[in-house]
């Protein structure tokens, strides 16, 4: 039987700080420097010490870190068929959007083997006796470095692909089930960088759960490349289109807005769970464990504390290792703080 969560439990978002090591390992992989072996021994290696940072942290429910994903969704693309690697509009300056890998599609987009979240989830489950949860990325997220042209085999409609790419994730939150996932986060950052297509991306998020025998939580953000966001930071416009998803949780990011726009849930209505962000992952600031607690009175103003869990804003993947595992301790610690209030 699983442990009882706590109230104003913990969890992350997804991915962890890689550590110096690991980037000089990938390096060499990439090389073709490494054998399989050396390859799987060193995903083994980052994934098991991400796994130990949150446990050692205090945090309660625990992710893989999503060691074995590059760049949050580019390790995907390697998985589908019918994609034609283009070059990269910029190379020159500090790494943006405008500089990542892109893709033309061929053909119909299919993805045969699915997108490995499976095998991630199967050896997190192996690592660690705490609750843990599964994260996969969303068809409009996973669309992004895809160009859609006049003529290509998507005629410019970047919905048509994205509706394409259902079916793959629909699987896949299937299996992830299948393999015990209880809790899955389906993460659709790029939900929120469209104004006015919201109607359109919730009928796409519930086909992707439809008989997924899961919790499903919502993650919405507004891009995190590098730290940086891509799209206007406000959830107001996406309600109340966003109350028709198909969702347990929603999981949304506050802390780096100064927590803008919590108190929407007075006016939207609490009815079901929320996980907050309370650490900005975007700044080097080490949030203190006061300031944590600080976050969390205000959430608790509007979102009922049975209803609410705390998490840092987004990954931790543009950050180092060090910095991760440090706001990491901060957000336990201010978990602590504020249970210490609740109960008076």
């Known amino acids: 039987m699983a442990p009882k969560l706590p109230l104003l ?7 962890h700080g890689f550590p110096g090591w690991f980037w000089t390992a990938l390096d060499k992989i990439k ?16 994934t098991q010490l ?32 019918g994609l034609e690697t283009l070059e990269p509009l910029r190379k020159t300056g500090l790494y943006a959007y405008d ?13 045969p083997k699915g997108l490995g979240t499976v095998e991630e989830f199967k050896y997190l489950k192996t690592q660690t006796d705490k609750p843990v949860k599964a994260t996969c990325p969303g068809p409009v997220t996973l669309s992004i470095h895809v160009q859609t042209r006049p003529g290509d085999a998507y005629n410019n409609d970047r919905l048509a692909l994205c509706w394409d790419l259902v079916p793959a994730v629909n699987a896949e939150l299937k299996a992830l089930a299948a393999a015990g996932a209880d809790w899955i986060q389906v993460d659709e950052p790029s939900a929120a960088i469209v104004p006015g297509q919201a109607p359109e991306y919730v009928k796409m998020f519930n086909a992707c759960v439809e008989g997924v025998k899961a919790k499903i939580g919502y993650h919405v953000c507004f891009g995190n490349l590098l ?9 107001r416009w996406m309600f109340p289109a966003l109350l028709e998803t198909k969702c347990q949780q929603f999981v949304f990011e506050y802390a780096n807005r100064e927590m803008a726009e919590i108190e929407m849930w007075k006016e939207i209505g609490v009815d079901r769970d929320i996980a907050c962000g309370v650490v900005d992952v975007k700044s080097f600031y080490m ?35 060090w910095v991760a595992f440090e706001k990491l301790k901060r957000l336990a610690a201010g978990a602590q703080l504020a249970r210490k209030e609740l109960k008076g």
């Open 9 to 15: 439990y913990t969890h992350v978002m997804g991915s």
């Open 31 to 46: 090389a073709e420097e490494y054998g399989q072996t050396d390859a799987r021994e060193t995903f083994d290696d980052a």
């Open 50 to 81: 991400a796994i130990r940072d949150q446990e050692r942290a205090g945090i309660d429910v625990i992710c893989d870190g999503e060691m074995r994903r590059f760049f949050f969704v580019q390790t995907f693309y390697g998985r589908m068929d």
């Open 99 to 111: 500089s990542v890998p892109r893709y033309r599609p061929t053909r119909k987009i299919t993805v």
């Open 227 to 235: 730290s940086r966001p891509r799209g206007k930071r406000s959830y």
């Open 287 to 321: 949030d203190t464990p006061e300031d944590v607690a600080e976050r969390v009175r205000l959430c608790l103003k509007y979102i009922p504390a049975e209803r609410l869990s705390l998490i840092p804003d987004c990954g931790f993947f543009p950050v180092p290792r």
